[in-house]
């Protein structure tokens, strides 16, 4: 805690002068004071640290106060900041502009390159990459980004001869515009390519045939979602243009004939914009699945495929999620309908309703994954305690066997191609690429490598291991603990933390990647398995949501803690990341526990909580988080959101905000907001800098350069703040 003393009757002997956040502070008897409003408030011991390294070298343009005052269910609320929402002010804009070109002056004067650093980023991405090949009726696809070149491109292969299908830089020279979605049909003769123009996750779809490369339709606009009929003539779109996610309408699903130049024909639109609804085709039987529902719930209806026969809801919403695939005349369904593990089951197209279903594979104390089923098998998937196991059943559901794997990982691919009969399965571990197996379908015995990349980075001497970590109640949290063999617990050793929990997206085995050129220059990177995630299955989940969210919170400094107990590093040595979710994760650690860290990346981050769901898409989220409009969860969102848990008179330490203009999930207001409040307050010394992307959103579709400037910028950040070289 910091200490004030407060006087209006200081004469000022041997000062020393410094200009910093729009205070002077004053060096007197060597104690820093600001001087504000006639008084000198002289901050003890923490600022004097501070005002050494930081003070004079980062200077923010103001950001001035304009209260707006509201009352919410009978609390009342100043924000300031208000007016830094709405980021089409020319105000907002040239603030926002020089933010950004303070950030970029301090990190290129203060925060030097490291040596080597660059060049491994790029080596690391600017090289030629390709992904597996695509195998869809008689054709093949792939896609491929040659080394100089900003964007991937959609390749076919013709009489053996790899052909171009679709070059995003062809529409878009600058390299700004990306491919975000393929979408072939189930003969592979024709293919949907949805690109995006600088990040904003708005999609044009290009309709092509596979053979010629011609379009065969007009490009179709604002789309958030596409899926061919079977027939192969029409698709299912969904219309969501940045006009109605700005004003939060619910994205209505429609028929599109690419053949004729006619209306699309209206099918569905949820209630609410918090809710989702959708129309596909099955692929394996003749059933079309129309499903209704929010981010963890969902109803489904089926019907004929391309008939005018009446939808029959076959599964109602009770608060469960359920999916669907039929095959023939069954339908198998992962759901978690009274089994947060997940479990599977079974019904038949025959006698379709929810009371008729049968469980396959019943909730285990594991986590059910993924499934496929063959001719005469079906594939389980399951996690325990972070890793993947593959087991063969019966089609009945009568255990075989376990599989043992060809390496320790993640199976983040596991695909039946019943037209080629082959099964493909894809393994993730943390010092080797994604490798793309085949596994032979009779005894389930020969894996054969079908795909690698070859990254050009040294992991030889990086390991990994999984540590149990108690949290604040007791709970044990998994985290993977990733670092060079021979690492000394001397209490120094310069430490990266990373966490999300939420969504329930956990953590899983996955190359080093970027992580390397930390790791081997002495680093240890920690990435966290808190609540919030899927480590353990839906309980999990729910632990760190709605009104337990601050499990999560409690996770990652418990966690932080214990990296400084067990002598992995120091509070002046650890550093912590986070974005989206994560972002709100890293502001809540900030507010509530500054004194653990040096140094933080808080990436497109949510942090005002109370306003989250007004802008954009965050309506989604609403199960996630609550709706602030409803007292209790308001109550509740108020006890963590971080914008309105700064306290006056505490520095936080030094923090890199990013943002990205075109960002249609997260408003950028977030950590603009967040910044400016801080910027402001008297007793942050630390710099907290807004690094803005003016061409991207919340991180999708950057061209190569781009992407190399802002890994630099960010690792030349965390090393040089943890005394690395």
Known sequence: NLIFIISNNIKLVTTKKINYNRFTYYKILGIYMIKKNSFYLSILATLTIYSNSYASDFTPPV????????????????????????????????????QHETTLKYLNEKEPEIKGLKDEIRTLIDRDR?????????????????????????????????????????????????????????????????????????NTYYILNTTTGKEISPPINNLRGFSWTKDEKNAYITVGSREMLEKQIPLKT??????????????????????????????????????????????????????????????????????????????????????????????????PDFKNWKTLYTEKNTVLENFEVT????????????????????????????????????????KYDRENKKLFVGINSFTSTYKLYTLDTKNFNNWNLFYQVKEPIDTKDITAKIEFIPSKDGTKVPVFIIHKKGLKLDGNNPTLLYGYGGFN??????????????????????????????????????????????????????????????????????????????????????????????????????LDMIHFHKFLIARYWIPEYGNPEKEDDFRNILTYSPYHHIRQGINLPITLFQAGENDTRVASLHPKKFVAALQNNIGQVSPMMLYVDFESGHGSGKSTEKIIEDQNFIWRFIMNELGME
């Open 375 to 414: 001719e005469k098998n079906l594939l389980i998937v399951d996690k325990k305690d972070l890793l993947n196991r593959l087991f063969i059943y019966t089609l009945d559901g009568k255990l075989i066997k376990e599989v043992k794997l060809p390496e320790i990982g993640s199976i983040s691919t596991l």
């Open 63 to 98: 950001s001035p106060q304009k209260p707006v005052v509201e009352t919410l269910h009978g609390v009342t609320l100043t924000d300031s900041y208000k007016w830094l929402e709405d980021k089409e002010n020319l105000e907002v804009k040239e603030w926002t502009k020089k």
């Open 505 to 606: 997206s956990g953590i899983t085995p996955s190359y080093v990647g970027y992580y390397a050129s930390f790791i081997n220059r002495g680093g240890v990177y920690v990435n966290a398995g808190i609540r919030g995630g899927d480590e353990y299955g839906e309980k999990w989940h729910h632990d760190g949501m709605l009104f337990k969210k601050q499990n999560t919170f409690d996770d990652f400094i418990s966690i932080a803690e214990y990296l400084q107990k067990k002598k992995y590093t120091n509070s002046k040595k650890l550093a912590i990341m986070g974005g989206s979710n994560g972002g709100l994760l890293i502001g809540a650690a900030l507010t509530q526990r500054p004194d653990l860290f040096r140094a933080a990346v808080c990436s497109v981050p949510l």
């Open 130 to 202: 390709e992904s597996p090949l695509k195998l869809i009726g008689k054709h093949q696809f792939f896609t491929k980004k040659k080394k100089g070149e900003s964007q991937y491109k959609l390749y076919t292969i013709l009489n053996k001869k790899e052909v171009v299908l679709f070059d995003p830089t062809k529409i878009d020279t600058s390299g700004k515009t990306a491919i975000t979605d393929i979408q072939y049909t189930f003969s592979g003769d024709k293919v949907a390519v949805g690109i995006q123009l600088k990040g904003d996750e708005i």
């Open 254 to 351: 429609y028929l599109h004939d690419t053949t004729k130049n006619t209306a699309d024909t209206f099918l569905i639109e949820p209630k609410d914009a918090k809710n989702y609804a959708s129309f596909s085709d099955s692929q394996h039987s003749n059933v079309t699945f129309i499903t209704e529902g929010d981010f963890y719930s969902n109803s489904i209806k089926i019907k004929k495929t391309a008939s005018n026969d009446k939808e029959k809801l076959i599964y109602k919403n009770q608060g469960f999620s359920a999916y669907p695939n039929a095959i023939g005349n069954k339908i198998y369904i992962q759901t978690n309908h009274k089994a947060p593990n997940f479990k599977l089951m079974l019904a038949d197209l025959k006698n």
